[in-house]
């Protein structure tokens, strides 16, 4: 978006850009806050996949348990995301993030650890599981709002911010395909060990980031709990960030309920390793990288709101062939993939335009409230439809309920294409709206 048409939002003035900065590629402080930021994010989502994988090959967790695990990884965002957003408002970011992923490194090394003294159980992989999910939350809701202290410039904000859910949209589904090929060779628990080391490389590159961060000015008067009712004020009295909120947990829910059923359909109804899962996973990550890399050229040439429609189309409706595939082993890991390709190409793709909207019709001062609102409304749906999962495939057969999943899921396009999103022709168009 060109500069000199980039306004402020709420003000309706035109935006004073600061003279540094003249590409974003000279940024030293913010290339290396994205490689830090990248490696963490690959580290997470290999922890998504180990933990439970951990406990299917090694205990034989049942689809009730495994549910469980999934709930406890991300209900802290239920509840932590929101008061995390307002306190981090507060504060300085870079020490919450070191602090963050430091204990989010220390808390998966107990993990090999405890299993050396067989103090290892599955209720001690649950605790492990919810305190990451904490530490997490904490780190999530603080890095967006760090980036206008890397990032002076509105028009190079935008495009950091696009170049991060880019990274985020590629390592959400390329680190469980690389945490199960992992798996297959070393076993889960081991790597927990290699999840950690992305921390502490994480750590080291933040360490090296030299902006000058001043603490925000706390007024006397500042009140918790109004703060916060305006981050989910913002969100819920936006036009365009009304339906994204909307979506945002069923978006969520469907996208857990059909991963978690799938690990255990795929380990014991089609007979697949941990290194076979990861494969799959690895070969249909492909299609969030390619939906994030081509995010902009489609943005460049078609109208914002139908591509955001199609994305979702592919995100939702993909996954039905799942349970059809049948066959020799190669022809059902060959459907699987690219199953999963189509839909993580729309994931990959409408990440990047749910970011670039939602970081235009946000002020600065409330990235971090309005991140929060989302984190809540994404990972509280991931929450409970890790507990639909399991619940469905303790109570129908993990065969039936992931084919009903996939068919209520691809139902889910229906109210979308009837949103004001798909209606938007340009990402600038967000900013005509009115927020409250």
Same mark, same amino acid.
């Given at each position: 978006?060109?500069?000199?048409?980039?306004?402020?939002? /709420?003000?309706?003035?035109?935006?004073?850009?600061?003279?540094?900065?003249?590409?974003?590629?000279?940024?030293?402080?913010?290339?290396?806050? +994205?490689?830090?930021?990248?490696?963490?994010?690959?580290?997470?989502?290999?922890?998504?996949?180990?933990?439970?994988?951990?406990?299917?090959?090694?205990?034989?967790?049942?689809?009730?348990?495994?549910?469980?695990?999934?709930?406890?990884?991300?209900?802290?965002?239920?509840?932590?995301? =929101?008061?995390?957003?307002? +306190?981090?408002?507060?504060?300085?970011?870079?020490?919450?993030?070191?602090?963050?992923?430091?204990?989010?490194?220390?808390?998966?090394?107990?993990?090999?650890?405890?299993?050396?003294?067989?103090?290892?159980?599955?209720?001690?992989?649950? *605790?492990?599981?919810?305190?990451?999910?904490?530490?997490? !939350?904490?780190?999530?809701?603080?890095?967006?709002?760090?980036?206008?202290?890397? *990032?002076?410039?509105?028009?190079?904000? #935008?495009?950091?911010?696009?170049?991060? /859910?880019?990274?985020?949209?590629?390592?959400?589904?390329?680190?469980?395909?690389?945490?199960?090929?992992?798996?297959?060779?070393?076993?889960?628990?081991?790597?927990?060990?290699?999840?950690?080391?992305?921390?502490?490389?994480?750590?080291?590159?933040?360490?090296? #980031?030299?902006?000058?961060?001043?603490?925000?000015?706390?007024?006397?008067?500042?009140?918790? %709990?109004?703060?916060?009712?305006?981050?989910?004020?913002?969100?819920?009295?936006?036009? !365009?960030?009304?339906?994204?909120? =909307?979506?945002?947990?069923?978006?969520?829910?469907?996208?857990?309920?059909?991963?978690?059923?799938?690990?255990?359909?795929? *380990?014991?109804?089609?007979?697949?390793?941990?290194?076979?899962?990861? %494969?799959?996973?690895?070969?249909?990550?492909? /299609?969030? =990288?390619?939906?994030?890399? *081509?995010?902009?050229?489609?943005?460049?040439?078609?109208?914002?709101?139908?591509?955001?429609?199609?994305?979702?189309?592919?995100?939702?409706?993909?996954?039905?062939?799942?349970?059809?595939?049948?066959?020799?082993?190669? !022809?059902?890991?060959?459907?699987?993939?690219?199953?999963?390709?189509?839909?993580?190409?729309?994931?990959?793709?409408?990440?990047?335009?749910?970011?670039?909207?939602?970081?235009?019709?946000?002020?600065?001062?409330?990235?971090?409230?309005?991140?929060?609102?989302?984190?809540?409304?994404?990972? /509280?749906?991931?929450?409970?439809?890790?507990?639909?999962?399991?619940?469905?495939?303790?109570?129908?057969?993990?065969?039936?309920?992931?084919?009903?999943?996939?068919?209520?899921?691809?139902?889910?396009?229906?109210?979308?294409?009837?949103?004001?999103?798909?209606?938007?022709?340009?990402?600038?168009?967000?900013?005509?709206?009115?927020?409250?």
């Amino acid at each position: 978006m060109s500069e000199r048409t980039r306004q402020s939002a /709420g003000s309706g003035r035109p935006e004073e850009t600061a003279p540094t900065e003249p590409t974003l590629r000279s940024n030293y402080d913010f290339t290396k806050f +994205w490689f830090g930021q990248g490696v963490s994010l690959l580290g997470s989502q290999m922890t998504l996949l180990a933990l439970p994988l951990a406990a299917i090959t090694v205990f034989s967790a049942s689809s009730g348990e495994v549910g469980l695990l999934r709930f406890v990884e991300t209900i802290p965002y239920l509840f932590f995301a =929101l008061p995390f957003g307002v +306190w981090v408002d507060r504060r300085k970011k870079k020490p919450v993030m070191i602090t963050a992923n430091a204990l989010r490194m220390l808390l998966l090394l107990a993990v090999p650890v405890l299993a050396h003294f067989d103090l290892l159980t599955v209720h001690v992989l649950l *605790v492990i599981a919810g305190a990451v999910g904490v530490f997490s !939350v904490l780190f999530e809701v603080t890095w967006m709002s760090y980036i206008p202290t890397l *990032v002076k410039r509105r028009d190079h904000l #935008v495009d950091a911010n696009q170049r991060l /859910g880019v990274t985020q949209s590629t390592t959400d589904l390329a680190g469980p395909g690389l945490a199960g090929l992992l798996i297959g060779w070393v076993g889960p628990i081991t790597v927990l060990v290699v999840d950690s080391v992305s921390y502490l490389l994480s750590l080291v590159t933040m360490a090296f #980031v030299r902006a000058p961060e001043e603490k925000p000015e706390v007024s006397p008067d500042r009140s918790f %709990t109004r703060e916060l009712s305006d981050g989910v004020t913002l969100v819920f009295r936006h036009t !365009v960030l009304r339906p994204l909120a =909307l979506i945002a947990p069923f978006t969520n829910m469907s996208l857990t309920c059909i991963s978690t059923l799938f690990l255990l359909y795929g *380990v014991r109804n089609s007979g697949l390793t941990p290194a076979e899962i990861g %494969t799959v996973f690895s070969v249909s990550a492909v /299609g969030a =990288l390619l939906g994030a890399l *081509v995010s902009k050229r489609l943005l460049a040439r078609f109208p914002v709101g139908p591509l955001y429609g199609a994305a979702m189309l592919a995100l939702y409706a993909a996954p039905l062939p799942l349970t059809f595939a049948d066959g020799a082993k190669s !022809v059902v890991m060959a459907v699987f993939a690219a199953t999963l390709m189509i839909s993580y190409f729309g994931s990959g793709l409408s990440n990047v335009i749910q970011l670039s909207l939602r970081q235009t019709c946000t002020p600065t001062p409330m990235m971090g409230r309005m991140s929060a609102a989302f984190r809540t409304l994404l990972f /509280g749906g991931a929450a409970v439809g890790a507990l639909i999962a399991g619940f469905l495939g303790e109570s129908l057969g993990v065969e039936d309920a992931l084919r009903l999943v996939t068919i209520c899921s691809a139902l889910l396009v229906l109210p979308i294409l009837m949103t004001p999103v798909v209606r938007l022709r340009d990402v600038s168009d967000a900013m005509t709206t009115e927020a409250p």
